[in-house]
């Protein structure tokens, strides 16, 4: 891995460990018949993040290190146990691939999570944990034996126990890195396919309060510049958009206070797209604003901002502005970050335009569906389903570092309004999107998905809210 630098360390490792696993972990898909071994660890073996010392040196495993100069090429990872080694390994190797739209976007998630990793046992327990669900889930765990899992659930309470610690030291030099633990265990609740409330939005309400927080740490600058910190904040843009879309959607006030998006005190004024979300940055505001008028469409209870024509006007303002940059892109399609498009190829390129049109249109069907209280048949949701359905078939499909990698809620908000042969669609999209990345929150969305069919079928359930409402359920599809 060339993407970043670890300072060296003293010892040299003299003769080389036996392989953290078995057999190795390749991207692409596995054949039919092949077996994956599982990590060759006793899990009541302890964590180390450490080795053993010895009046004779240092050991790793059952191999002597011994004390070499400086300038010595060594392993990054020589401090590592084998099963720290192991996992951290299968990040670099297979998680962040699948969940990495392109090579770069993996090598910016390693550049930034590995090695503040080797330096927080806190963002290791918690990047350890990421690891593991993914390894596991391709062993065949499911979501719920996932949750269970001993390993799994001592990593994320070591990663949890350390986070708690390290944020009563408000060390605005670690602010990053606690941010950076903060994404990795949401990851882990969404990704293990949490859906009870308290869950993967515990941890997005925690990234929340310490951006919030840090501004009143010693020796904070907002014109500071964190290459780190503007990835987080990408990331956290790009997820608060989402979760604005759920149906308990954000927490009161959320929407007020940070207004519009800024990123290390800039205002990001070049629409771009982005090569992380798959989507023009200019739509993530609009998903904002949908889910703000969804919420009060919804809202039965309290005082809501807007009267009844109010949200007419702004479901038929929004749906024209879609349009607009649907129209507008088939002539002028938005452009890449600099530096980013020389690394695609034409296939990767017409793949990232396609999905920009998958999320337009599911921000159509949320407009229709939610704001205007379209019917699930009406033309123009339909409409809406069989493109984003269209379009997510065309994609290239291989294990990782493809857009496809992101359309788990595209395909979730398609198939809450699919009807027929579409529902098929949609089951063997997400199986196959399953069968190769490895998720097993895709393999979730496709248990919500049927039981939600089951519902409205039986006549239980006539939209996807009252579903979740009636279900008690907080499911995020990521």
Same mark, same amino acid.
């Given at each position: 891995? #060339?993407?970043f630098?670890?300072?060296p360390?003293p010892p +040299?490792?003299?003769?080389?460990?036996?392989p953290?696993i078995e057999?190795?972990?390749?991207?692409e898909?596995p054949?039919a018949?092949?077996?994956?071994?599982d990590l060759p660890i006793?899990?009541e073996d302890?964590?180390a993040?450490?080795?053993?010392? =010895?009046a004779?040196?240092?050991?790793?495993e059952?191999y002597?290190?011994?004390?070499?100069p400086l300038?010595?090429?060594?392993?990054?990872f020589v401090n590592?146990?084998?099963?720290?080694?192991s996992?951290? *390994?299968?990040?670099?190797n297979?998680?962040?691939h699948?969940?990495?739209?392109?090579?770069?976007?993996?090598?910016d998630?390693? @550049?930034?999570?590995?090695?503040a %990793?080797?330096q927080?046992?806190?963002?290791?327990?918690a990047t350890a944990?990421?690891?593991a669900?993914h390894h596991?889930s +391709?062993l065949?765990?499911? =979501?719920?034996?996932? @949750?269970?899992?001993?390993?799994?659930?001592r990593?994320?309470s070591?990663s949890l126990?350390g986070?708690q610690s390290?944020l009563?030291?408000k060390?605005?030099?670690k602010?990053?890195?606690?941010l950076?633990t903060?994404?990795?265990?949401?990851?882990?609740?969404?990704?293990?396919g949490?859906?009870?409330p308290?869950?993967?939005?515990?941890?997005?309400?925690g990234?929340?309060a310490?951006?919030?927080d840090?501004?009143?740490?010693?020796?904070?600058?907002?014109?500071?510049?964190?290459?780190?910190?503007?990835f987080?904040?990408r990331?956290? #843009?790009?997820?608060?958009?989402?979760?604005?879309?759920?149906?308990d959607?954000l927490?009161?006030?959320?929407?007020?206070?940070?207004?519009p998006?800024?990123? *290390?005190g800039?205002e990001e004024?070049k629409v771009?797209?982005?090569e992380?979300?798959?989507?023009?940055?200019?739509?993530?505001p609009?998903?904002?604003e949908i889910g %703000?008028?969804?919420w009060?469409r919804?809202n039965?209870?309290?005082?809501?901002i807007?009267?009844e024509?109010?949200l007419?006007?702004?479901?038929a303002?929004?749906a024209t502005?879609?349009?607009?940059?649907?129209?507008e892109q088939k002539t002028q399609?938005?452009?890449?970050?600099?530096?980013?498009?020389?690394?695609?190829?034409?296939?990767?390129?017409?793949?990232?335009?396609?999905?920009?049109q998958?999320w337009h249109?599911?921000?159509?069907?949320?407009i229709?569906r939610?704001?205007?209280?379209? %019917?699930?048949?009406?033309p123009p949701?339909q409409s809406s389903?069989k493109t984003?359905?269209?379009?997510i078939e065309s994609?290239t499909?291989?294990?990782g570092?493809?857009?496809?990698?992101?359309m788990?809620t595209?395909?979730f908000?398609?198939?809450?309004?699919a009807?027929?042969e579409?529902?098929?669609r949609?089951?063997?999209l997400?199986?196959?999107m399953?069968?190769?990345l490895h998720?097993p929150n895709i393999?979730?969305?496709l248990?919500?998905?049927?039981?939600?069919?089951?519902s409205?079928? @039986?006549?239980?359930?006539?939209d996807?809210?009252?579903f979740?409402?009636?279900?008690h359920?907080?499911?995020?599809?990521?």
């Amino acid at each position: 891995m #060339n993407s970043f630098q670890v300072q060296p360390q003293p010892p +040299r490792v003299t003769a080389p460990p036996p392989p953290a696993i078995e057999e190795s972990l390749p991207v692409e898909q596995p054949s039919a018949d092949l077996m994956l071994q599982d990590l060759p660890i006793e899990i009541e073996d302890p964590l180390a993040l450490v080795p053993t010392s =010895s009046a004779d040196g240092l050991f790793l495993e059952d191999y002597e290190i011994d004390f070499f100069p400086l300038f010595t090429p060594v392993d990054p990872f020589v401090n590592l146990g084998t099963l720290d080694r192991s996992l951290l *390994d299968h990040f670099i190797n297979g998680t962040s691939h699948v969940i990495s739209c392109h090579s770069k976007v993996q090598e910016d998630v390693c @550049r930034v999570i590995v090695p503040a %990793a080797l330096q927080s046992p806190t963002l290791f327990y918690a990047t350890a944990a990421l690891s593991a669900i993914h390894h596991k889930s +391709r062993l065949g765990f499911g =979501s719920d034996t996932l @949750r269970q899992d001993p390993l799994i659930s001592r990593l994320l309470s070591n990663s949890l126990f350390g986070l708690q610690s390290d944020l009563l030291e408000k060390n605005v030099d670690k602010s990053s890195v606690l941010l950076a633990t903060i994404r990795t265990l949401f990851l882990c609740e969404v990704h293990a396919g949490g859906d009870r409330p308290g869950t993967w939005r515990a941890h997005f309400e925690g990234a929340k309060a310490l951006m919030l927080d840090i501004e009143s740490w010693a020796g904070y600058s907002a014109k500071q510049r964190d290459s780190t910190r503007y990835f987080l904040k990408r990331w956290y #843009n790009m997820t608060e958009s989402f979760v604005a879309l759920t149906t308990d959607g954000l927490a009161s006030g959320q929407l007020a206070r940070f207004g519009p998006r800024t990123l *290390d005190g800039d205002e990001e004024e070049k629409v771009y797209l982005d090569e992380y979300a798959g989507f023009a940055t200019d739509l993530t505001p609009i998903f904002r604003e949908i889910g %703000a008028a969804a919420w009060e469409r919804r809202n039965d209870v309290q005082p809501t901002i807007l009267e009844e024509g109010d949200l007419d006007e702004e479901a038929a303002s929004l749906a024209t502005c879609i349009w607009a940059r649907l129209d507008e892109q088939k002539t002028q399609p938005p452009k890449f970050r600099p530096g980013v498009e020389e690394q695609l190829s034409a296939r990767q390129k017409a793949d990232f335009l396609s999905c920009n049109q998958i999320w337009h249109h599911m921000a159509l069907i949320y407009i229709y569906r939610r704001i205007s209280s379209h %019917a699930a048949t009406s033309p123009p949701v339909q409409s809406s389903v069989k493109t984003i359905l269209a379009c997510i078939e065309s994609l290239t499909a291989t294990a990782g570092l493809t857009p496809l990698v992101v359309m788990t809620t595209p395909l979730f908000a398609a198939g809450c309004e699919a009807q027929g042969e579409d529902r098929d669609r949609v089951r063997v999209l997400l199986r196959n999107m399953f069968d190769l990345l490895h998720i097993p929150n895709i393999h979730r969305s496709l248990e919500v998905l049927e039981s939600f069919w089951a519902s409205t079928e @039986r006549g239980e359930a006539q939209d996807w809210d009252s579903f979740m409402h009636a279900q008690h359920w907080d499911f995020l599809p990521y």
